[in-house]
């Protein structure tokens, strides 16, 4: 059983910067596809970046050039780094695991982003 819980949530005004982390219980980057999607009321969720452990990572064309992940294989913990925020990046953000074989998906409980002024 993959727990994922992620982090780093708030209010930020246009323009700003936030950071969400994602701890997973255990070591398990290897054999899983990491990925952060997000889901804002009324709509789907939808895949915002991904990283895989000896891929390239994938974003959202509306977040490319804003939005970086990275994993730190050491502390078994995913991060979105998220510059020049936008109001319509305001959503629930979800960190999820995928295995790579039998793609099975853990997710975490998600942590709100609100992007106002």
């Known amino acids: 059983q993959v727990q994922l819980v992620e982090s780093g949530g708030g209010l930020v005004q246009p323009g700003g910067s936030l950071r969400l982390s994602c701890a997973a219980s255990?070591?398990?980057?290897?054999?899983?596809?990491m990925g952060w999607y997000r889901q804002s009321p009324g709509k789907q969720r939808e895949l915002v970046a991904a990283?895989?452990?000896?891929?390239?990572?994938n974003y959202a064309d509306s977040v490319k050039g804003r939005f970086t992940i990275s994993a730190d294989n050491a502390k078994n913990t995913l991060y979105l780094q998220m510059n020049s925020l936008k109001p319509e990046d305001t959503a629930a953000y979800y960190c999820?695991?995928?295995?790579?074989?039998?793609?099975?998906?853990?997710w975490g409980r998600g942590t709100q982003v609100t992007v106002s002024s």
């Open positions: 999820n695991a995928r295995h790579i074989v039998i793609n099975r998906d853990y």
């Open positions: 255990g070591s398990i980057f290897s054999l899983y596809v």
């Open positions: 990283i895989s452990g000896g891929g390239r990572p």
